[in-house]
């Protein structure tokens, strides 16, 4: 699918929005081509290189009047690319990608350009890569959240909600008793839910190279919440990699360590946090009709240190 003014929408993100999507989602990746060229024009951007998607999203590299290189993102409007635009406001560019520009009505954002070929995972000693990843998380949350967020103790009445349904979807005894046990734990931290602003999905893929800095973060789902909410996806990220070292839960509390002291966190707490995100997960995948839990979620329960 392509533009007036030759933007080519990949396949695989057309088939993610008829697939999975309804009517409005038809509609919206239908007239994608034509707001991409209506954003070019109204924006004086000029086509520059091949175009990226995720699933959700398009990613357009483009060259401003003044020769800057930026990059515009498309979307369809969600509760979540509104809580992206006011994080990347609140942030202006600490620690993660810098936010040129955006539509409101369409959802579209005009972003820095970022080298999307060179993530996190290119660096090989995990350390380094933590930590570099830590450095960043620690900024994104010294950043006071602003209005408009959901917050996380919201977030810990749903999850607690959907336990009796999800439980008795699942046959295995073992996988009901632990669903059970993290949700002990998330009943027992959901009176402080904390108050920083969290990226919530922050790992090795989500962080490119820069010029104005080394690495940068990318795709931020704000939230309002404990930092230790946010360290999930930093204790799986690259699993494969992970898994073929043989020594699983040496590497995640490795990890675990890192970030903790980065971040001058509790580690029970932070740990508690952890097994809530599990929790979420799981649910999720539930949702989807999965009926064990998925043995990474395990693995990384089972590493953390004692709730």
């Known amino acids: ?69 930026a990059a515009l993102k498309l979307q369809m409007p969600r509760e979540e690319t509104t809580a992206a635009l006011i994080g990347l406001r609140a942030w202006q560019g600490d620690g993660i990608v810098r936010l040129l520009d955006h539509d409101s009505q369409s959802g ?41 967020l959901r917050g996380l103790r919201d977030v810990a009445r749903d999850m607690l909600a959907s336990v009796p349904a999800a439980a008795a979807a699942l046959p295995g005894t073992e996988d009901q008793r632990r669903l059970h046990g ?28 820069a010029e104005r800095e080394p690495w940068l973060a990318i795709d931020p789902e704000p939230l309002v919440g404990d930092p230790g909410f946010d360290l999930w996806p930093a204790l799986d990220t690259g699993w494969e990699k992970l898994h073929a070292t043989g020594d699983v839960p040496r590497m995640v509390r490795r990890r675990f360590d890192l970030l903790t002291e980065a971040l001058g966190l509790d580690r029970r707490r ?11 997960n799981t649910l999720w995948d539930i949702e989807d009709g999965r009926t064990t839990i998925a043995l990474s979620q395990i693995a990384v329960a089972e590493a953390l240190p004692r709730y």
């Open 270 to 280: 932070a740990a508690g946090w952890t097994l809530a995100r599990l929790l979420q």
């Open 182 to 209: 993290w949700a002990s734990t998330v009943t027992e931290l959901a009176g402080e839910p904390g108050d920083r602003m969290l990226h919530w999905d922050l790992h090795y893929d989500n962080v490119l190279a």
């Open 108 to 148: 579209a954002v005009l972003l820095e350009r970022l080298d999307g070929s060179r993530t996190l995972a290119s660096v090989e000693d995990d350390d380094v890569a933590m930590s570099a990843l830590a450095g960043l998380m620690a900024r994104l949350h010294s950043v006071s959240a602003p209005e408009g």
């Open 1 to 69: 699918m392509s533009s007036p003014q030759g933007i080519e929408v990949p396949d695989a993100l057309v088939a993610s929005y008829t697939r999975n999507g309804g009517e409005e989602e038809r509609t919206w990746i239908a007239r994608l081509p034509a707001l991409v060229a209506e954003l070019l024009d109204r924006w004086e951007l000029e086509h520059d290189g091949g175009t990226r998607s995720g699933e959700a999203s398009l990613v357009v590299p483009v060259r401003r009047t003044d020769g800057t290189r």
